[in-house]
């Protein structure tokens, strides 16, 4: 394996999934990482897969029959071999075509809602990498485009021509990003409300609405921007600065809303990138919860429960069991408790 602080490990749960108990520091989110890499080649934790290889490691592998179907990631210097049921897929668009759904819930949920748009624009590329093939590689072409671009643009001498090629790269796959995000949140947004007032018990009405950074006209937004992105020597306008407007009662979440009302928010989005996962991905999702139960009250923790798919696949962290008795909905699920990386039943 070599994955993390794992040199090996195997474990075995039921199709209801797992509870992992233990001290911070012990390897519990790593778990957790380790499935959303097998499931969507993604870490929530890094960008590069240079990081997720064990100390000293020259890289790492994982592997996993989460739905009938074995599935193997392996990491090198060479670059990533995957398989599915043994057949060797070429490429990651291949290896995610038939695979499953992921929702990852996690303390820093919260920064959805306080923190700066960069991390809600990645709550909408995760889930629309998920349900979208040809979101992924539009989201793929664009960032290219958009680093060459800035580069360009650092040189501080006239590129006219070269940016303009890349700002044509742009204005295809950028235009295919925005109908796609402006598409999601209005199909995200009656799922986010009903969830929020599930969660909160109470009647907080929560409004979602999509800012795109360069107005409907992606083009004439460029052409208007073209003097100050070469005074500025980066780009300006485009997705890469789009924001997801959150409000509580008409008013901004991140100002306005309480804590409580903040942390019911952040799960409140998880619930309905799930719900679309499974409307639009015509599948359940994994649902991977990692240590949010110690900041939500009893009502909360089983208003969440309630609300997720009777039969989906759930692995819930924790560093302690004392709310479990409050929580009846999760008594199907195995548990396990680790200590220093070394994995027991518990």
């Known amino acids: 394996m070599d994955f993390r602080c794992f040199g090996a490990l195997d474990l075995e749960v039921p199709a209801a999934g797992a509870i992992l108990t233990g001290d911070n520091a012990q390897g519990k989110t790593s778990i957790l990482e380790a499935l959303c890499v097998l499931v969507r080649l993604h870490s929530p934790r890094s960008h590069r897969m240079t990081t997720l290889g064990r100390m000293g490691s020259k890289g790492f592998g994982i592997a996993g029959d989460p739905w009938g179907c074995e599935r193997q990631v392996r990491y090198s210097r060479e670059g990533l071999v995957l398989k599915a049921d043994e057949e060797a897929r070429a490429s990651q668009t291949r290896y995610l075509e038939d695979g499953g759904l992921v929702v990852w819930m996690g303390n820093e949920d919260l920064e959805l809602v306080r923190g700066p748009g960069e991390g809600r624009r990645r709550y909408l590329d995760f889930l629309g990498s998920q349900i979208d093939d040809g979101y992924r590689r539009a989201w793929s072409r664009y960032r290219r485009a958009l680093r060459a671009k800035n580069l360009l643009l650092k040189e501080g001498r006239p590129r ?121 991905g015509g599948k359940l999702p994994i649902y991977l919860m990692d240590d949010i139960f110690g900041e939500l009250d009893p009502g909360r923790r089983n208003a969440l429960m309630n609300h997720l798919p009777l039969h989906a696949q759930r692995w819930i962290t924790t560093t302690h069991l004392d709310w479990l008795r409050e929580t009846p909905q999760l008594g199907d699920l195995a548990r396990f408790r680790l200590d220093a990386g070394v994995c027991r039943p518990c």
């Open 160 to 280: 006219d021509a070269e940016i303009s090629s890349y700002e044509e790269i742009l204005i295809e796959h950028g235009s295919t990003l925005m109908s796609a995000r402006a598409r999601m949140i209005e199909e995200l947004a009656p799922f986010a409300a009903a969830a929020q007032r599930d969660v909160s018990g109470k009647d907080e009405a929560l409004t979602l609405r999509y800012l795109p950074a360069s107005g409907p006209d992606l083009r004439e937004s460029l052409l208007q921007a073209r003097e100050r992105e070469t005074r500025l020597r980066q780009a300006v306008v485009g997705p890469h600065r789009d924001e997801l407007d959150l409000r509580i009662h008409g008013m901004p979440a991140a100002d306005f809303a309480s804590e409580g009302q903040q942390r019911t928010l952040a799960v409140a989005l998880k619930l309905a990138q799930g719900k679309l996962l499974e409307q639009r």
